[in-house]
C-alpha cells in the first residue's frame, strides 16, 4: 500500500496570497498517476489536478500542480475567497487508491 | 451531464447490513471503472473499493474486506455497496465515484453522498 503524507496540516493564509501544499508518497508514483481533489465543507470532492500537473476541466489556472516520483505540490498562486477548503491528493496507480490525510487552507 | 446519486444510506444497528446503491446518468457507464470512498465524520476521505468497467475485477481496502462487496449491473447503470457486520467506525458519508478509465484512472466526478450512521 502506498502511503501519501501531506504537509502542512492547517496552512493560514490571507486572500491574494500564494499557497503551496506538499503530498509525499512512500514509493514511487508510477506515471505520474497523482491527483488533487478540493472539498468544501458538506460537499463532495472536486478533481482539480489529475497525472500530477493536469488541470481538470473547468478549473481556473491559479491551481497549478507539479512533482514526480515520490514529492508533488500542489500551488495555488492568489487564493481567492472560494478556495479556502479542504485539499486532498491521491494516487491512482494501483489498488488500494490511498489518499492523503489533507490540509486544511484557512483564512488567516 | 454526468449524474451519480447515491441512495440506502441510514440509521442501523451494529452487526446489522445494509446496502447502498448509486444510480449512474449522463455517461455510458459499461465503459468506466467505479468506486466506493467513505469519509467518517470529520476526517478525511477512505477508499473502500473498486469495481472495473466490466465487474469482473475488484479490489477492496484492508479496513472492509471480508464484510463489503462491490458490485454493479451495467444494464440498470446501477453500482452497489454490500455492507453486513456493520461497526459503529462504519458511520460516515458514503461515495459513489466515477473514475476517468475502465480500470486505473483518476476520480473525475462524484455523487453527492449518503450518510451511514451505525449506532445501538
Known amino acids: 500500500e502506498m502511503l501519501l503524507t501531506q504537509s502542512p496540516g492547517t496552512l493560514s493564509l490571507s486572500p491574494g496570497e500564494r499557497a503551496t501544499l506538499s503530498c509525499r508518497a512512500s514509493?514511487?508514483?508510477?506515471?505520474?498517476?497523482l491527483a488533487w481533489y478540493q472539498q468544501k465543507p458538506g460537499q463532495a470532492p472536486r478533481l482539480l489536478i489529475y497525472?500530477?500537473?493536469t488541470r481538470a476541466t473547468g478549473i481556473p489556472d491559479r491551481f497549478s500542480g507539479s512533482g514526480s516520483g515520490t514529492d508533488f505540490t500542489l500551488s495555488i498562486s492568489s487564493l481567492e475567497p472560494e478556495d479556502f477548503a479542504m485539499y486532498y491528493c491521491?494516487?491512482?496507480?494501483?489498488?488500494?487508491?490511498?489518499f492523503g490525510q489533507g490540509t486544511k487552507v484557512e483564512i488567516k | 451531464q454526468v449524474q451519480l446519486v447515491e441512495s440506502g444510506g441510514g440509521v442501523v444497528q451494529p452487526g446489522t447490513s445494509l446496502r447502498l446503491s448509486c444510480a449512474a446518468s449522463?455517461?455510458?457507464?459499461?465503459?468506466?471503472?467505479m468506486h466506493w470512498v467513505r469519509q467518517a465524520p470529520g476526517k478525511g476521505l477512505e477508499w473502500l473499493a473498486v469495481?472495473?468497467?466490466?465487474?469482473?475485477?475488484?479490489f477492496y481496502a484492508e479496513s472492509v474486506k471480508g464484510r463489503v462487496t462491490i458490485s454493479r449491473d451495467n444494464s440498470k447503470r446501477i453500482l452497489y455497496l454490500q455492507m453486513n457486520s456493520l461497526r459503529e467506525d462504519d458511520t460516515g458519508v458514503y461515495y459513489c465515484?466515477?473514475?476517468?478509465?475502465?480500470?486505473?484512472?483518476?476520480?473525475?466526478?462524484w455523487g453527492p453522498g449518503t450518510l451511514v450512521t451505525v449506532s445501538s
Open positions: 465515484v466515477k473514475e476517468s478509465s475502465g480500470w486505473y484512472g483518476y476520480f473525475d466526478f
Open positions: 449522463g455517461f455510458t457507464f459499461s465503459r468506466y471503472g
Open positions: 469495481t472495473s468497467n466490466d465487474g469482473e475485477n475488484r
Open positions: 514509493q514511487s508514483v508510477r506515471n505520474n498517476h
Open positions: 497525472d500530477a500537473s
Open positions: 491521491q494516487h491512482y496507480a494501483f489498488s488500494p487508491r490511498t
